[in-house]
């Protein structure tokens, strides 16, 4: 079994919920301290031993997997909760069309209906409402799945969709997904990519009778065959844009090699044939460990997911991991010299621009790191500080091979007074950081821009060209973030402003 896998395997068909992250991957979400700290700890598997005197905020694990769920094509979600949970669902459409059309896909609607439990349903139980939700979305929008995101509230009341499911199964044109979001059930966000790809492997993934990885003559013709072993597949997530699909999809095609990028936006015929791939690539192990594992146990495709192809470094490590399952190891090297000596030429008058000042990164841990190596590393900016939301073992080699060990380093997600707190006394140069940072950090006066964004990519060598001009372009014109500074400001205290951030860390007892 993959070391990145559940414990729990595939074959279970009777599990309806995914392990919660903490028992699956041992996971850090609060901590303060170094880099070189952080990464002894996470070795030793004592990084999770800190907790907070009081935490701010959180995510919600349903949101996460409504986004994923969100893109696929011909398919409609039932949110099964009280209305409040899909406060924030409302612009989803509206993304969903966007990143269609960028990719070359139609832009159809996001069908999502609501069972808007009440009070009285906690009571009695929102089952039938579940129920004429589903059999009114069959006879109004006749999707190809219906998809059932369970939120906290059935949870706790003990609503069993999984039962409904059964006794509703082969009644409807549609197939029926239970998705198990719940956010009571992992302290992780990342969880809700769990739910949502347990949900997608039980029910859509290769639904007919399973194959053996060897095809015999008559099954399929040569030029399938051949077409297996060269296709990879690219794992696309919600926070990157259509440019980085492009750019990613190009590079792989210069190996010789047929990507195919999915799962977001892909229809239900692409899932149900995800297994035919040669090898599977992730782009952010903490969106994709649990989908790849599973499908490494069920089909036996190997993975990839233990690098990040942002910048240079990151872009140059991805190609060399996927050239060399295929053995071409000489084809990628030249591609990677070709790539990177235009890119270094190109990057010259941007680096001049950038070299010396200070940078702070927050966001996705993967990502922030890659991210913050690039701008230090490459560009020579100043590195004083890195936010990721979570840390565990996917990020060990990452805090050690890539950034200074003396750095300052705090995890916290949904924290925005810790960070504050730390960027008021860094004072940086330039913040990037995860969407819902920025305001807060424009209110100090910090020129920044988004982590990741649908408005040009940040992936590959394009992409590490575009952050670098990004990055200059923001810091020529400051006077947007300071007319915000002088005039509006944070509703922090001076005491929490000037105290020591680690006040609001204790030790625990390790879980």
């Excluded at 699956?24 to 907790?51: F, H, K, M, W």
């Excluded at 966000?189 to 009778?209: F, I, T």
């Excluded at 053995?327 to 680096?351: D, Q, S």
Aim: net charge negative; with cysteine.
């Amino acid at each position: 079994m993959s070391k990145y896998s559940s414990e729990l395997t595939y074959g279970q068909a009777a599990v309806f919920n995914p392990p919660p992250r903490e028992t699956r991957i041992p996971s850090c979400a609060v901590y303060c301290g170094t880099c070189g700290q952080l990464s002894e700890d996470v070795t030793a598997g004592c990084a999770n031993v800190q907790s907070r005197k009081f935490s701010q905020s959180g995510g919600c694990q349903l949101s996460l997997a409504v986004g994923i769920l969100s893109t696929l094509a011909n398919v409609a979600v039932i949110i099964h909760s009280p209305l409040g949970c899909c406060s924030n669902l409302s612009g989803m459409g509206a993304l969903r069309a966007a990143a269609r059309a960028a990719k070359g896909k139609p832009a159809d609607d996001f069908v999502w209906l609501h069972t808007n439990l009440t009070e009285l349903d906690v009571v009695n139980g929102g089952i039938d409402k579940l129920k004429r939700a589903i059999l009114y979305t069959e006879k109004e929008y006749h999707p190809e799945a219906i998809i059932i995101a369970n939120g906290c509230v059935p949870g706790i009341i003990g609503d069993d969709i999984d039962a409904l499911v059964a006794e509703l199964d082969g009644t409807l044109g549609a197939i029926l997904v239970p998705v198990h979001c719940e956010g009571f059930k992992s302290r992780f966000v990342p969880s809700g990519y769990d739910s949502a790809y347990h949900g997608l492997l039980r029910h859509l993934v290769e639904p007919r009778e399973r194959y053996e990885r060897v095809f015999p003559d008559y099954a399929r013709d040569e030029l399938e065959r051949y077409n297996d072993s060269i296709t990879v597949n690219i794992y696309n997530v919600g926070s990157n844009s259509s440019g980085d699909e492009t750019e990613l999809a190009r590079l792989v095609s210069a190996l010789g090699l047929i990507p195919k990028v999915l799962p977001l936006h892909a229809g239900l015929d692409d899932l149900a044939d995800i297994g035919r791939a040669a090898l599977n690539v992730s782009i952010c192990a903490t969106h994709d460990d649990y989908l790849l594992g599973h499908l490494k146990e069920r089909f036996g495709t190997p993975y990839i997911i233990d690098t990040f192809p942002i910048g240079i470094t990151g872009t140059n490590q991805w190609l060399r991991k996927i050239a060399e399952h295929f053995h071409l190891e000489a084809e990628a090297e030249r591609l990677i010299a070709v790539e990177t000596k235009e890119l270094v030429e190109a990057l010259i008058p941007l680096r001049a621009e950038l070299q010396g000042k200070s940078i702070f990164v927050g966001g996705g841990e993967t990502r922030v790191l890659a991210t913050a190596e690039f701008f230090w590393e490459t560009l020579g900016m100043n590195l004083v500080g890195v936010k990721p939301h979570h840390a565990d073992r996917f990020i060990e080699e990452m805090l050690t091979d890539l950034l200074p060990r003396n750095l300052e380093l705090i995890v916290a997600a949904g924290q925005p007074a810790e960070e504050i707190n730390v960027l008021n006394k860094l004072k940086p140069d330039l913040y990037i950081g995860h969407t819902g940072s920025n305001g807060w950090v424009t209110k100090l006066g910090i020129p920044n821009f988004p982590l990741f964004g649908q408005s040009f990519n940040y992936m590959g060598y394009s992409g590490a060209w575009e952050l670098a001009r990004k990055a200059v372009k923001i810091l020529k014109n400051p006077s947007f973030t300071r007319n915000i500074a002088a005039n509006l400001s944070l509703p922090l205290s001076r005491e929490w402003l000037e105290a020591d951030v680690s006040s609001n860390i204790k030790q625990t007892e390790a879980l």
